[in-house]
């Protein structure tokens, strides 16, 4: 279980400019949807953005916070 | 020195025009988004193949590395990574995954339209 600040903290560290929002996708706060959008995604391919999203995220996966997550990027303007 | 894991998994990855990787079998999917991987490409018709690696943690670090990235399922398309659903989904939505299939199976339309008789 994670909140939404806790988790938007942890993106902005390596991605400073994110604009998160995350949907619980079972009222449990594990399972969830996270919709990022960064200028830092301009010219990264959508695996690569998910690999910056995912290694953002490593230590809330590791220590089991987040149980199952799927990732939404859009590039910021 | 060759790694028997790696070998393991590149023989499989050339072996299979799609791959899943994930947790649990086709029939028996054990992870959510292993079942999502199987649904998506039950649409298309096209014949692929899932290995459970769940209880393989050695395997899956290997997989891991070999593709820098953490998670489950990983499919692979034409021996290349495409990471999943997340990926893939976008894609079929542009236009973009169709094509690299048709390319894969050789223009040879999916076994859900072809008529044998």
């Known amino acids: 279980m994670i909140d939404e600040a806790t988790l938007a903290g942890l993106l902005r560290r390596s991605i400073p400019d994110a604009q998160v929002q995350v949907f619980d996708l079972t009222g449990t706060m ?13 010219g990264a391919s959508l695996l690569d953005r998910h690999r910056m999203v995912e290694a953002a995220l490593r230590e809330a996966r590791a220590d089991g916070r987040i149980h199952a997550l799927e990732i939404r990027t859009e590039v910021l303007e | 020195m060759a790694d028997p894991i790696r070998e393991e998994i590149e023989r499989e990855v050339a072996a ?31 014949p692929f193949e899932v290995i459970d690696v769940l209880e393989n943690v050695p395997k899956r670090s290997a997989l891991s590395e070999m593709t820098d ?49």
């Open chain 1, 30 to 42: 594990d399972h969830l949807r996270v919709s990022v959008r960064s200028r830092a995604f301009a």
């Open chain 2, 16 to 46: 299979n025009k799609i791959l899943v990787y994930g947790k649990g079998t086709k029939d028996q999917p054990r992870c959510g988004f292993t079942l999502e991987t199987i649904e998506f490409f039950n649409r298309f018709g096209y």
């Open chain 2, 69 to 117: 990235w953490p998670t489950l399922p990983k499919v692979f398309i034409a021996g290349k990574f495409y990471g999943d659903t997340d990926i893939l989904g976008p894609m079929a939505e542009q236009g973009e995954l169709e094509p690299i299939l048709a390319d894969t199976f050789g223009g040879q339309r999916p076994a859900a339209v072809v008529k044998l008789h």
